[in-house]
């Protein structure tokens, strides 16, 4: 071993630990309960999941042989060419989401469901597609179940649908944009840590969510009725179908981004046009996206508070790229991933099955699915996939749709939570019986996903290749 720790010219280690592959693991095992006792607790957030990140940080150095070079390799992480794109993505991702919100995008699409004349498991249908359409709007899971739960949960129980299939049914279709939505936290996450173009990742992944989609949508269709018909109370005044107009915005978006466009730029159409229609549609100002505030210390609009919310969400996936670079440079992830291919992974079939394995188990005890792509992208779904020729949109589309399955069921995911108390919340302000803790475990997208995910990776279905395909199944 040379001096200081430094690396053995013939091993390919970067970086020496105290204990070799177990003083490498440390950070990661600091950062994971740290996380789960958070998560486990109730307080499971980004920002709260900041003290985690910093905590595995620090406790890692003092196990690095060389201090200099530990904190070369956290620099090197933090500068990772694909986090600064994610970053920057996430700031515009952000502000569009808090425009279409702004423009009346819930208060339309609670105008179409309820003058449909819907009831029933009608209604709980027309609340999962509203859902869809949300959160592909806005990229945000947890804004979609916040804006939708207050007012599409009590109308549809007082429209006779099932308390809990009408919830699990919002939950489910936040579940869906998270999955596809170009715009979405796990979509950006997924496709640039495979280094995969979004209008790939978007087209191909399309089928795989909508077969789930549409299996989810029979189960509502069956199970989404047989309560009975009340009065609506105020909830029909806060209608208004001039929010509709905000689907034209998410539309560009979307063309966009597939006809090839860097996801920046038409993120940044989004934004415009998103500000324009609803400006034009009468339900927000000029005023309302930029002004000089009364007060130091007061927002200055819609464009503050859009980078204001994706902050903690910025901060925790610097920490992240952090400490995968620790995992990668101290040889960890090289050491986990041989040893995983030398037991299990021999075709091309079980390195897919073993990379929705190894996303879904990072993502149960982590409240965040983004901070779980983030952990495994990078240093084992990667190389695992590259070395059976996947396609890099493959490889994102399996860990995107792996953290989008099993973690919208978990009662301490954040999504779950907001959900839950969003529901509980709307139950208490209109006299509706609330719904049992661990309701989510029901969510049918969540698990018509998991099980067009596993029929695509044992049959092949939609499988892609980054040129020649690998011999064997």
Same mark, same amino acid.
């Not at 071993?1 to 280690?13: C, I, L, Q, R, S």
């Not at 041989?338 to 929705?356: D, G, Q, Y």
């Not at 959900?419 to 661990?438: D, E, H, K, M, T």
């Given at each position: ?50 003290? &985690?990140?910093?905590?595995?940080? %620090? &406790? ?58 819907? %009831? +029933? ?45 009408? &919830? ?45 989609? !549409? ?8 199970? +989404? ?54 400006? !034009? ?35 925790? %996936? ?51 699915? &983004? ?49 839950? +108390? %969003? ?51």
């Amino acid at each position: 071993m040379a001096k200081n720790g430094a690396a053995h010219p013939d091993d390919g280690v970067r970086l020496r630990m105290v204990g070799g592959i177990w003083g490498g693991l440390f950070p990661l095992v600091v950062l994971i309960v740290v996380l789960f006792v958070l998560s486990i607790g109730g307080r499971g957030g980004v920002s709260a999941f900041w003290t &985690a990140g910093w905590l595995a940080l %620090a &406790a890692g150095m003092f196990l690095a042989r060389d201090k200099g070079a530990y904190c070369q390799t956290l620099m090197k992480g933090l500068g990772d060419k694909n986090g600064i794109v994610i970053v920057t993505a996430w700031l515009f991702a952000g502000v569009f989401g808090k425009i279409m919100v702004a423009g009346g995008l819930v208060n339309g699409l609670v105008w179409f469901g309820l003058k449909t004349g819907a %009831a +029933g498991s009608l209604f709980s249908l027309i609340a999962f597609v509203s859902a869809m359409l949300f959160s592909m709007g806005t990229g945000t899971s947890t804004g979609t179940v916040l804006s939708l739960v207050p007012v599409l949960y009590p109308a549809g129980v007082f429209l006779g649908a099932s308390p809990a299939m009408l &919830a699990v049914g919002i939950l489910s279709g936040a579940a869906f944009g998270d999955n596809l939505a170009p715009i979405s936290d796990t979509t950006i996450v997924s496709a640039f840590t495979q280094e995969a173009e979004m209008r790939d990742v978007v087209r191909s992944r399309f089928p795989l969510a909508m077969t789930a989609a !549409l299996m989810a949508a029979a189960v509502i269709v069956i199970f +989404g009725g047989g309560g009975s018909i009340k009065d609506l109370p105020e909830i029909q005044a806060r209608m208004h179908p001039a929010g509709l107009l905000m689907l034209l915005p998410f539309i560009i978006v979307v063309v966009s981004a597939l006809s090839g466009r860097h996801l920046v730029e038409s993120l940044i159409y989004g934004n415009v046009s998103a500000a324009v229609t609803g400006i !034009l549609n009468r339900q927000m100002k000029l005023s309302t996206l930029f002004s000089i505030p009364a007060e130091r210390g007061e927002s200055t609009g819609i464009i503050q508070d859009g980078i204001s919310s994706v902050v903690g969400a910025v901060v925790f %996936a610097l920490l992240m790229l952090a400490i995968t670079q620790v995992l990668v440079d101290s040889g960890v992830l090289e050491r986990i991933l041989k040893a995983f291919e030398r037991a299990f992974v021999k075709t091309v079939r079980r390195a897919e099955l073993s990379i929705i394995f190894v996303t879904i188990l990072a993502s149960i005890p982590i409240a965040s699915n &983004a901070a779980a792509e983030l952990l495994v992208g990078p240093g084992l779904v990667k190389p695992l996939g590259k070395k059976f020729n996947l396609a890099p949109a493959r490889r994102a589309n399996l860990m995107d749709c792996s953290v989008c399955t099993i973690f919208y069921t978990i009662p301490w995911a954040i999504a779950v939570v907001v959900w839950y +108390g %969003a529901v509980q919340s709307a139950a208490n302000a209109f006299q509706i019986s609330g719904l049992p803790f661990g309701v989510s475990f029901l969510n049918p997208y969540s698990w018509a996903l998991l099980a067009v995910l596993l029929f695509s990776a044992v049959t092949g279905w939609k499988r892609a290749f980054d040129g020649t395909a690998p011999e064997g199944e």
